[in-house]
């Protein structure tokens, strides 16, 4: 069975933290994503990357940088965090030919991150 | 660039009434689209996609949708609701090509299903 991991479902941070969000999938997808869900916004995506040390910026990436060592982990980072990033941050991976992006994406449980 | 709007955030229908859901589209060229349901306190999970065949899709938990180029639309349906179907729900739209094409997500909808 498919699978997209993130390390933690629920985070409670200070504000000025530096804050890691790990994302580990099986399923040896090229694509990742970070998204961010809040109430009555949907998903805004905020970084994605297609390869290994690739990365790009996605809707909403101010506050935030990603990291991708290995094909099957992609972290989110928030350098220091603050309470305007409180919120629900859901990982996905897909794959691709060539570098389409638009394959059915694969998501995991979630984190919910809380700065206070 | 492409967009979806789904028209209103809350729909709440009797258990085994229909489920209609909207989803319309805006791209210069019509897309793939999808729609993913999330249950409380879970990630998202494709219900079903339209990728340039067949205009009438269907998938999982007895929902399907159709694609209406003329209408630029996406609904989403199921003859009778069940009580498990409530969730929320989420169009998305990619384009067919381009490199770095990405999902972009419509803002969701919260179905409730009453006894």
């Known amino acids: 069975d498919v699978k997209v991991t993130q390390s933690s479902r629920y985070l409670v941070k200070r504000t000025g933290e530096k804050v890691f969000l790990e994302c580990v999938q099986d399923?040896?997808?090229?694509?990742m994503f970070w998204y961010r869900q809040d109430p009555g916004l949907g998903l805004r995506l905020i970084y994605f990357?297609?390869?290994?040390?690739?990365?790009e910026k996605g809707d909403i990436p101010e506050g935030y940088s990603v990291s991708r060592e290995k094909k099957e982990r992609f972290s989110l980072i928030l350098e220091s965090a603050s309470t305007n990033q409180t919120s629900m941050y859901l990982c996905?991976?897909?794959?691709?030919?060539?570098?389409?992006?638009?394959?059915?994406?694969?998501f995991g449980q979630g984190t919910r991150l809380t700065v206070v | 660039a492409q967009s979806v709007t789904q028209l209103g955030s809350h729909v709440s229908v009797s258990e085994g009434a229909l489920v209609l859901l909207r989803c319309n589209y805006s791209?210069?060229?019509?897309?793939?689209l999808f729609w993913y349901v999330q249950y409380p306190n879970q990630g998202l999970q494709l219900l079903l996609k339209?990728?340039?065949?067949?205009?009438l899709v269907k998938g999982i938990n007895g929902f399907e949708a159709e694609f209406k180029k003329s209408e630029t639309s996406f609904h989403l349906t199921k003859p009778s609701a069940h009580m498990s179907d409530a969730a929320e729900y989420f169009c998305?739209?990619?384009?067919?090509?381009?490199?770095?094409?990405?999902?972009?997500f419509g803002k969701g909808i919260t179905l409730s299903v009453r006894p």
């Open positions: 990357s297609y390869d290994v040390k690739m990365k």
């Open positions: 339209y990728t340039s065949a067949a205009t």
């Open positions: 399923m040896d997808h090229e694509n």
């Open positions: 791209s210069s060229v019509p897309p793939y």
């Open positions: 998305a739209v990619s384009p067919l090509t381009g490199a770095n094409s990405k999902l972009t």
């Open positions: 996905a991976s897909s794959s691709h030919f060539g570098r389409a992006l638009n394959t059915e994406a694969f």
